[in-house]
């Protein structure tokens, strides 16, 4: 039995493409033991069987990888309360990742919200409207679309009414 990684959830993924076993041997030119038993996480693939079975799956290597390591579901109660510039927001931590929520009342701008590396940010707003200036680029983003840029530039806030958001830092 295969401790560290876990690929059992391959059963899983591979009805959702509404394959049969045999359907997907025959799409990633394997034997049906081989799947089957990967399946009942017996065995140790070999690299190239994992990189078929994710061309089959319509996945990368390295995303197939991840997902049979055996990580836990994580939950986190409580993030830091943190006030920039007359807007609230919550700050969380999850491995690295940061994930704010906040409020910025109508014609209110905050300057970066976080120092940060050289990420990449995404904001999506779930409430108002946010003019979003990236290098001296002005976006307006609406309640329900999100904007993806990389934070090492300049950016700016601006609340063009009362709004909410989801901003998300995630390394390159």
């Known amino acids: 039995?295969?401790?560290?990684?876990?690929?059992?959830?391959?059963?899983?993924?591979r009805k959702k493409k509404a394959l049969s076993i045999q359907g997907l041997c025959k799409k990633c030119g394997l034997a049906y033991g081989s799947v089957a038993n990967l399946e009942r996480n017996k065995g140790k693939p070999e690299l190239e069987t994992i990189s078929k079975i994710a061309e089959a799956l319509e996945l990368s290597t390295t995303s197939l990888?991840?997902?049979?390591?055996?990580?836990?579901?994580?939950?986190?109660?409580?993030?830091?309360?943190?006030?920039?510039q007359g807007s609230n927001l919550m700050i969380y931590n999850l491995n690295g990742m940061k994930i704010i929520c906040g409020k910025i009342p109508k014609g209110k701008c905050i300057n970066e919200i976080l120092?940060?590396?050289?990420?990449?940010?995404?904001c999506h707003v779930t409430k108002g409207m946010i003019k979003i200036t990236v290098?001296?680029?002005e976006n307006?983003?609406?309640?329900?679309?999100?904007?993806?840029?990389?934070?090492?530039?300049?950016?700016?806030?601006?609340?063009?009414?009362?709004?909410?958001?989801?901003?998300?830092?995630?390394?390159?």
């Open 1 to 13: 039995m295969n401790t560290k990684y876990d690929f059992s959830f391959l059963k899983m993924l």
């Open 65 to 84: 990888i991840s997902l049979a390591e055996n990580k836990p579901v994580i939950k986190i109660d409580k993030g830091m309360k943190k006030t920039i």
């Open 115 to 122: 120092e940060h590396q050289d990420d990449y940010e995404i």
């Open 135 to 137: 290098n001296n680029n």
């Open 140 to 172: 307006v983003i609406k309640c329900g679309e999100l904007i993806k840029f990389d934070s090492i530039f300049d950016h700016v806030y601006e609340a063009l009414n009362d709004s909410e958001f989801i901003a998300i830092y995630h390394t390159k």
